[in-house]
């Protein structure tokens, strides 16, 4: 079965600091692409990173890096610099060969001013 | 550049009506999919279409249909509305030829069953 772990169902970091939310991921498959999605109170969905599980280079966006660790099925998301509108609920998500996507139950992130 | 438009954003139905959920994209996208977001249980895949005319069922089919008769839409279709059904609703798509293209979600729909 194709499974997406978010342990930490919620995290809060203070504004300035940096956080790290947790994602692990099960698939006998070796060729897949991994996500973070974010969704703020307006319910929106959107993209904050990808990764390609070929690559052993980390993607970073901006203030957004993730720690990818393909033996250990691993995909972890920091957040540097924290600011207000970071907070939201946050979604890994991987993409197998045929557009099959598998997401995780999430992680709602509070940024403490 | 509208991306994915989801329509409505808020409806209430009683038990046992039926209703339509309408989702359009513009971005000449092979694939759609509908989702259902609960509270703890992340995103389920109800429905999918990899293009017109071609459907399949996800993780969570059961009480809903859908069609795909062009490319730009994809309808989902509540026949008999049930408690379990309240939810938020979602409808995505994706380029089947790009791979790593990522899913573009329209807004949401937020389904209240009564």
């Known amino acids: 079965a194709q499974t997406v772990t978010q342990s930490q169902p919620e995290m809060s970091v203070q504004e300035a600091e940096t956080v790290t939310l947790s994602c692990t991921y099960d698939?006998?498959?070796?060729?897949?692409?991994l996500f973070w999605y974010k969704q703020p109170p307006s319910r929106q969905m959107i993209l904050v990173i990808r990764?390609?599980?070929?690559?052993?280079q980390n993607a970073t966006e901006n203030r957004f890096s993730v720690n990818f660790q393909k033996a250990a099925k691993s995909f972890s998301l920091k957040i540097s610099d924290s600011q207000l509108g970071d907070a939201a609920m946050y979604f890994c998500?991987?993409?197998?060969?045929?557009?099959?996507?598998?997401f995780g139950t999430g992680t709602s992130l509070t940024v403490i001013p | 550049n509208a991306g994915v438009t989801q329509t409505p954003k808020f409806q209430v139905l009683k038990t046992g009506q039926s209703m339509t959920l309408q989702c359009a994209q513009d971005?000449?996208?092979?694939?759609m999919s509908w989702y259902r977001q609960d509270p703890g249980m992340g995103l389920r895949l109800i429905h999918y279409?990899?293009?017109?005319?071609?459907?399949d069922q996800g993780e969570v089919p059961n009480g809903y249909n859908v069609s795909r008769s062009t490319t730009e839409d994809f309808p989902l279709r509540l026949l008999s509305a049930a408690p379990s059904q309240t939810s938020v609703y979602f409808c995505?798509?994706?380029?089947?030829?790009?791979?790593?293209?990522?899913?573009?979600f329209g807004n949401g729909t937020r389904l209240t069953v009564t």
């Open positions: 990764q390609e599980a070929y690559k052993q």
């Open positions: 998500a991987y993409e197998l060969t045929g557009n099959q996507f598998y």
């Open positions: 279409s990899v293009g017109a005319g071609i459907t």
């Open positions: 698939t006998s498959e070796s060729d897949y692409y």
């Open positions: 971005m000449n996208h092979e694939y």
């Open positions: 995505a798509s994706t380029s089947v030829s790009s791979y790593n293209s990522p899913l573009h």
